[in-house]
């Protein structure tokens, strides 16, 4: 499991999809911080946490989108099914290296707070709240991206089948409003992950909503090793 990790983060960094998911997601934390904070003159963070959901949406297909797809394009996935890791291993490992890069480049962004310091007095629970509901949910939707990545050999086949298993978790909740069934309205409410964000915003971590990220990781992890071992076994 180790060398399949060592050779995923190898690989962000000597390809281009490494770099350029940093930039991205530097560039677009960077303008969203600047209009949800600067703009509006508020030291107060949880709205750049809030319009950034939005923005993974778009950004984490660019980490995950070639994780199992490239690996059946360029015909090297035999080498991994062959070889002496477990399956649960080497979707674990790059799920696990994703990750890496996606909480790595979030921490980096954390130099956007350290301005709001010399003009206001920021609430620390509160940021420190959003950003471990950020990594939960970045963790939840890098699931999502490596689970359709073994769905294709296409990488912008994955991208966009991501990017729209996440906008209807995001959107959900904004659905759930307009609804008068009760039974869907229950479903979205179940598959909002927006909603259940919303306490992270005032400092309070939400164990419930913990669970729940935590859990839709595993679905979707055990998803993907169910593909590989049909297609092992096929």
Do not use: H
């Amino acid at each position: 499991m180790l060398a399949i990790y060592k050779k995923e983060m190898r690989t962000y960094f000597t390809t281009p999809l490494g770099y350029v998911f940093i930039a991205v997601f530097l560039a677009v934390s960077g303008f969203v911080f600047a209009f949800s904070t600067f703009q509006t003159q508020t030291s107060d963070v949880s709205g750049y946490f809030q319009l950034m959901i939005f923005g993974y949406i778009v950004i984490i297909p660019l980490l995950t989108m070639r994780s199992f797809a490239e690996e059946r394009r360029t015909r090297t996935e035999q080498l991994l099914m062959t070889s002496p890791v477990t399956i649960p291993a080497m979707v674990f490992a790059k799920f696990l290296a994703a990750f890496t890069m996606f909480a790595g480049t979030v921490l980096l962004s954390c130099v956007y707070y350290l301005p709001l310091f010399g003009y206001g007095e920021p609430n620390v629970g509160r940021a420190v709240g959003c950003l471990i509901a950020m990594l939960l949910l970045g963790m939840c939707f890098i699931a999502v991206g490596i689970f359709v990545s073994t769905l294709t050999e296409s990488t912008v086949t994955a991208s966009i089948g991501t990017m729209t298993i996440l906008l209807v978790f995001v959107v959900a909740a904004i659905f759930n409003n307009l609804i008068d069934s009760y039974v869907i309205r229950s479903v979205l409410s179940w598959i909002s992950v927006y909603s259940r964000y919303v306490n992270f915003t005032y400092g309070i971590f939400d164990i419930a909503a913990a669970v729940y990220y935590v859990s839709i990781t595993a679905v979707f992890l055990f998803l993907a090793i169910r593909v590989y071992e049909r297609r092992r076994y096929a």
